[in-house]
């Protein structure tokens, strides 16, 4: 399983990826497998700001829909509109081109709150 350790990861199986006060959010490895084939991936929070754990989309498999949390509290600046066509890039490259949304974060000391690699891959052998 892909765990790259210079991400940051949630308890709900998303990864984020900081720079500066932008923040790029997928779903995991993990995620995407226990999901299995993505077909649809919905995001309408486009230009909004919202606080950490609020629902910022969906993402649709072949046998579930499940929601995406936000780890972050910000205004989401992009969505990754590939995956309007190419929903299947979240199995296949799910921290590349399976990225979902770009945040620009507004409490950086929320990123503290956020997992390291090694709490992530505790979490989902545990």
Do not use: C, R
Request: charged residues 30%; negative net charge; without cysteine.
């Amino acid at each position: 399983m892909n765990i790259p350790a210079d991400l940051k990861y949630t308890k709900d199986h998303e990864w984020v990826k900081i720079e500066g006060d932008t923040a790029t959010i997928g779903i995991t490895d993990f995620a995407q497998g226990e999901l299995g084939d993505i077909v649809y991936v919905e995001v309408e929070t486009l230009d909004e700001t919202l606080d950490a754990e609020e629902v910022f989309g969906t993402v649709e498999a072949v046998k579930t829909v499940s929601d995406l949390f936000l780890p972050l509290s910000g205004e989401i600046v992009e969505f990754n509109e590939t995956l309007e066509d190419e929903p299947e890039l979240v199995n296949s490259d799910p921290y590349g081109a399976g990225w979902m949304i770009k945040l620009k974060f507004s409490d950086e000391s929320q990123v503290e709150d956020l997992m390291s690699a090694e709490d992530y891959k505790a979490l989902i052998s545990a």
